[in-house]
């Protein structure tokens, strides 16, 4: 029987009182908000990423004393009639469009890396994830380093070895974050330009991002998520498939939480005939795909892989994304469009391209769906940190393989530089060793646990024009992390380069190809030009 998860939270009776008409619970990792403008559920999950603090020490620090105290009294009007409607259409109708007319805020608390991939996952829902670039993962909640242990290996040997194995990784990371902030103020002293707050928080960020490949994919993370019935049914049916006791765990957290807040959106979820014929049904193809791959990849060793590879364009694309421009503002059939787009000029095209996509002031101003018509499919080898962000656009196709060593690990320069070279590579070996010895002991579903985030992982990105436009511009970001601003950099020249797009490359203006040194130094500075407007 699986122990019950308890929250790192520890609230005194007052607080309890103040936080219970606001939240679903008080004791426990997984909860909902309700009784709260929507203002307010937003402004809480923003400040949620770049906070160590949970969001219920969050709402009692910095929102609580904001709150009318006659929000306390909240009255649920018209709860049990419309529970009654809506548990009639679902049951009569099966009409899952209803279901996306109501949403919730939830908040999952002290859960690990991978399982925050498994939330991010669908496409309908809106994630807010704590960042490793602004909390330091130094706290040791209950004496403990913050990181999961499977509850697959609690009370075997293995879980010894797994324990030593993290603990160590995250007592070199914590010890080299002061020696690496020494580091760069070294190597980048402070402009007299700068206030003392900007220059800590860029050499800070620095610091973290270098060394946040020394934490494993078990570091353990607070996610916000917003969605409606629909998308969390979505999500509960793949969490309660899944082979991980974790995710199948906070999956009955979630839905004991969801219950409390939109109870007929959940009633099919674990119904045997609805619900758990589903799950069925994606645990039996989980299983079959891989016996079935097994058999037909045996034997067979993974190539050299660069870490961006453009495996598959329309060499026509250019030309059908013209001739979607044509069709949107004419009244001819696609088939004439095309023809026309077929014999202009190159001086035509762009200049219909240009004319589409207009004077852009900022990279938010994009063109419409005419480049929706043509793709890229992107094969990439990265390192987890820079998977972690790149797997939360949603707007696209992106799968990924599960984590090992197989691929090798980065090793940022600034390691070297620093004389943390030693540690770092023993944090690496001790990892991999880790995953091997669970995946030896027949537990490969949670070996990827053990694994740090230095070590690559291979995945794809299919996606339209349109978002690679937005994902390559806010990726090469000067302010991005140095590993996926050089994969989307990488994205970007491969359009141009490789499937021959120049147009569509030109109109991506706001990529950035520049090497920036302080990643953060001018959002930061702009930061605080706006706060002091203020």
């Known amino acids: 029987m699986p122990r019950p998860i308890q929250t790192d939270d520890q609230f005194t009776p007052e607080e309890a009182r103040l936080l219970a008409p606001y939240f679903t619970n008080t004791d426990r990792p997984v909860f909902a908000l309700v009784n ?14 770049r906070s160590a603090k949970s969001l219920r020490r969050l709402f009692l620090d910095e929102f609580r004393a904001d709150i009318p105290s006659d929000g306390e009294a909240a009255a649920a009007v018209g709860t049990a009639r419309a529970d009654t409607l809506y548990a009639r259409v679902f049951s009569d109708y099966g009409d899952d469009s209803v279901a996306q007319l109501g949403s919730v805020h939830i ?18 829902m809106a994630y807010l994830e704590q960042s490793t670039r602004y909390v330091p993962y130094t706290a040791k909640p209950h004496g403990r380093w913050k990181y999961h242990v499977p509850e697959e290996i609690a009370g075997t040997p293995l879980a010894s070895s797994y324990i030593d194995t993290l603990d160590r990784a995250f007592e070199v990371y914590a010890r080299w974050i002061p020696v690496m902030e020494d580091h760069f103020r070294a190597k980048y002293p402070k402009s007299a330009d700068d206030s003392d707050a900007v220059y800590r928080s860029v050499i800070r960020a620095k610091a973290l991002d270098t060394l946040r490949g020394l ?30 006791e974790e995710v199948r765990a906070h999956g009955t957290l979630i839905l004991e ?14 119904h045997p ?11 039996d193809t989980r299983e079959a795909v891989h016996q079935s791959v097994a058999r037909v990849t045996h034997g067979i060793t993974a190539e050299a892989h660069s870490e961006v590879t453009l495996t598959e364009f329309d060499p026509d694309g250019e030309t059908k994304v013209v001739a979607s421009v044509l069709y949107a503002a004419s009244g001819l059939s696609d088939a004439q469009c095309l023809r026309i787009a077929e014999t202009l000029s190159t001086g035509e095209r762009v200049s219909l391209l240009n004319a589409y996509v207009g004077d852009r002031s900022n990279r938010r101003h994009k063109p419409g769906r005419a480049f929706e018509r043509t793709k890229y499919r992107f094969d990439v080898l990265a ?9 939360r656009h949603r707007l696209l196709t992106l799968e990924w393989q599960p984590l090992s060593p197989d691929h090798g690990f980065i090793e940022p320069a600034a390691i070297e530089e620093a004389g943390a070279l030693n540690d770092w590579r023993e944090v690496m070996r001790r990892s991999a060793a880790l995953h091997a010895e669970l995946t030896a002991a027949g537990f490969s579903d949670i070996a990827p646990y053990a694994v740090v985030m ?22 090469t970001a000067p302010q991005g992390h140095p590993s996926y601003r050089r994969v989307c950099q990488a994205m970007h020249t491969a359009i141009s380069d490789v499937a021959g797009h120049h147009a569509l490359a030109r109109t991506m203006q706001f990529a950035d190809h520049s090497e920036v040194e302080l990643e953060r130094l001018q959002s930061e500075r702009a930061l605080e030009k706006k706060r002091a407007g203020r």
């Open 215 to 244: 934490l494993p994919a078990a570091t353990t993370s607070n996610v916000g998520l917003f969605g409606t019935g629909q998308a969390y049914e979505a999500l509960l049916l793949r969490m309660f498939a899944h082979p991980l």
């Open 36 to 49: 709260l403008p929507e203002t307010v559920k937003g402004a809480l999950f923003a400040r949620y990423s």
């Open 383 to 391: 390192d987890y940190g820079a998977f972690r962000d790149l797997q």
């Open 257 to 270: 939480e969801l219950r409390k807040v939109i109870p007929a959106f959940m009633a099919r979820v674990d």
């Open 107 to 124: 908040a999952c608390e002290g859960v690990s890396n991978l399982l925050t991939k498994v939330l991010e996952w669908g496409r309908l």
């Open 273 to 283: 005939d609805r619900g758990g014929r589903w799950v069925q049904y994606l645990r």
């Open 454 to 475: 230095a070590y690559r992982v291979r995945f794809y990105m299919d996606m339209n024009a349109r978002e690679a436009m937005h994902v390559i511009e806010l990726r």
